[in-house]
């Protein structure tokens, strides 16, 4: 099946500094979609990228659908102690009745004030 | 709204016990999907439905069934929990098949 190779696993920043992350993909994704995840929650929809060579902001957050349609990465500048999380990457392609998300195995985000 | 709720949020099973957990979305979506998350493992798709009265297999099916009477909730059932059964479980609801989707808090289950 497909699979999502996201990187780096965790990241450990200090407060202002600029975060990336990426995910590969041996296939490709009509869509790719970024979540966060803290802890007790379910993941919260992020920035969602349909087409190819996309760049997408949300707020301090960037996001670029590869032209390849095989990565994404997220971008996240002057980090801040509330963006501490596991940010996941999820790569769909919808077709007929079916389409559901393909996760990566996550980034875990720590940011030392 | 509430969006998705899951029901319960905490549980604790013997092993060859079975249970449901709810999910119940007020916001008049067609799909919902049952996903499992499990440590450096990420989420896994279990069983998902495109519509009342459909459910399909996703990549984690075995040992669990499903089933969506009403269009605003999906029942997943475990009828002989295992303890690799542990796990935290997501549901998640989405208006078309192509769009993000916006999942609940988690059960956390324990199986001993």
């Known amino acids: 099946g497909q699979q999502l190779n996201q990187s780096p696993q965790s990241m450990f920043i200090q407060e202002g500094e600029d975060v990336s992350m990426n995910c590969t993909s041996s296939s490709i994704f009509n869509t790719w979609l970024w979540y966060k995840q803290e802890p007790g929650e379910g993941p919260v929809l992020l920035i969602a990228?349909?087409?190819?060579?996309e760049l997408t902001s949300n707020g301090r957050l960037t996001a670029q659908f590869g032209i390849t349609r095989k990565d994404s990465f997220l971008n996240i500048s002057a980090s801040i102690p509330s963006d501490v999380g596991i940010y996941f990457c999820a790569g769909m392609n919808y077709g007929g009745s079916q389409g559901n998300l393909i996760f990566g195995k996550g980034t875990k985000l720590s940011v030392k004030p | 709204n509430a969006g998705v709720t899951q029901t319960p949020k905490f549980r604790v099973l013997k092993t060859g016990q079975s249970m449901t957990l709810l999910c119940a979305q007020d916001?008049?979506?067609?799909?919902m999907y049952w996903y499992r998350q499990d440590p450096g493992m990420g989420l896994r798709l279990i069983h998902y439905s495109v519509g009342e009265g459909t459910t399909a297999k996703g990549e984690v099916p075995d040992g669990y069934n499903v089933s969506r009477l009403k269009k605003q909730n999906f029942l997943l059932g475990l009828e002989s929990a295992a303890p690799s059964q542990t796990s935290v479980y997501f549901c998640?609801?989405?208006?078309?098949?192509?769009?993000?989707?916006?999942f609940g808090s988690g059960t956390r289950l324990t199986v001993v």
């Open positions: 916001m008049n979506h067609e799909y």
């Open positions: 998640a609801s989405s208006a078309r098949g192509d769009y993000g989707y916006t």
């Open positions: 990228l349909y087409k190819a060579g």
